[in-house]
């Protein structure tokens, strides 16, 4: 299977906003797909975009997970960039044609079906810098994707960024092109000069969260995440493992801390990242102010593994499903 993102089914569901409304959804091939140069989202980055994933179960029945909160994060984003706001139905009803509509080419576990809905300001008009785009595309990607650790897991490298900020302190909470676009070249430079595999933004010491997935620290009891506030994503894989840790008796405590604090708990801690496409990503390492501080022993966290094989046992059929977070659409 190719790398993650860069295989798609045949099919993807779409709909154009235009004269004010939307108008009836089709399923398209990929290259029927026409944008103009003077598109809105070119030149001001209209978009916003989901991520999340369809299962088929060994029961051959194709489910979703929490599909209806990424429909409402969505719409958020949507608001947010001033975009037209695709309703519940529409979305829910494309987003399960562009599953069906290949369900021959969704993948048996522990593969899946990573599925992409995205929104951008199509109107011809470059002149429109400070104006809503009157004109919307909505399409619905589908890309089969493998087992995102099929490689080996290993724990990752962090490093600890005090100056950058990934978003600003009310937009980082939109799922947006451009706050990948501002993250980038802090990432790239982590990366070339610190062989780090990710950045852990902290800007004026508050930790928030890396470019794109949630950070959690397991200090002895105590699973720590940032509290939602608009700097950052509420992430639905956050949510679920937070629902999952308070079942389990864990204290769950989502608030502010600072860089000395994450330091000052790393020794008895496990540290994790958590989203759609790896789940929980193990992390072993932080970088800062050119030292090494180790999570642990800076080996793979046992409760770390223990969350992620929990959520994928729900996601995948092989635990029950108590939350109700899976639907089964076929
Ligand atoms: C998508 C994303 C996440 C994770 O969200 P999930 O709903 O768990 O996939 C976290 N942070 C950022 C910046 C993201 O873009």
């Known amino acids: ?28 091939t990929l290259d029927d797909f026409k944008l103009t140069p003077q598109s809105h989202v070119l030149h001001y980055a209209s978009t916003c975009f989901e991520g999340l994933k369809a ?61 992409r809905p995205t929104l951008i300001g199509t109107e011809n008009n470059i002149g429109a810098a400070g104006k809503a785009s009157k004109e919307a595309y909505l399409y619905i990607l589908t890309s089969p994707v493998g ?17 950058n900020m990934r978003s600003t302190p009310t937009f980082g909470q939109v799922k947006t092109g451009g706050n990948y676009a501002a993250a980038l070249s802090s990432v790239m430079r982590a990366r070339e000069q610190y062989g780090a595999d990710q950045v852990l933004y902290c800007p004026q010491a508050n930790v928030q969260e890396t470019g794109a997935a949630n950070f959690f620290v397991l200090h002895k009891n105590r699973l720590i995440t940032k509290k939602l506030d608009g700097s950052i994503l509420p992430g639905i894989t956050r949510d679920s493992i937070m629902q999952l840790a308070k079942n389990q008796g864990f204290e769950v405590i989502e608030c502010d801390f600072t860089v000395d ?4 708990w790393l020794p008895d801690s496990e540290a994790f990242l958590s989203g759609t496409a ?22 793979i966290g046992q409760q770390t593994l223990a969350f992620r094989e929990q959520l994928t046992a ?11 977070w899976v639907s089964q659409i076929q």
């Open 55 to 115: 299962y088929r179960w060994a029961d051959g029945g194709i489910r979703l997970f929490r599909y209806q909160d990424n429909i409402k994060r969505l719409r958020a984003s949507a608001k947010a960039l001033c975009l037209p706001i695709p309703d519940e139905a529409l979305l829910d009803d494309m987003i399960k044609q562009a599953v069906l509509s290949v369900s021959d080419e969704i993948p048996d576990l522990p593969e899946s079906l990573y599925i």
């Open 1 to 28: 299977m190719a790398a993650f993102g860069q295989e798609f089914t045949s099919l993807m569901a779409f709909c154009r906003y235009q004269d004010d409304q939307w108008q009836k959804p089709s399923l398209t």
């Open 261 to 264: 604090e994450l330091i000052s």
């Open 147 to 163: 087992d995102y650790f099929s490689g080996g897991i290993r724990p990752l490298k962090l490093l600890i960024d005090e100056v």
């Open 278 to 299: 790896a789940v929980i990503s193990p992390v072993g390492e932080f970088i800062y102010n050119n030292k090494i501080h180790a999570a642990g022993n800076g080996e």
């Open 314 to 324: 729900i996601q995948q059929g092989q635990q029950s499903d108590n939350f109700n």
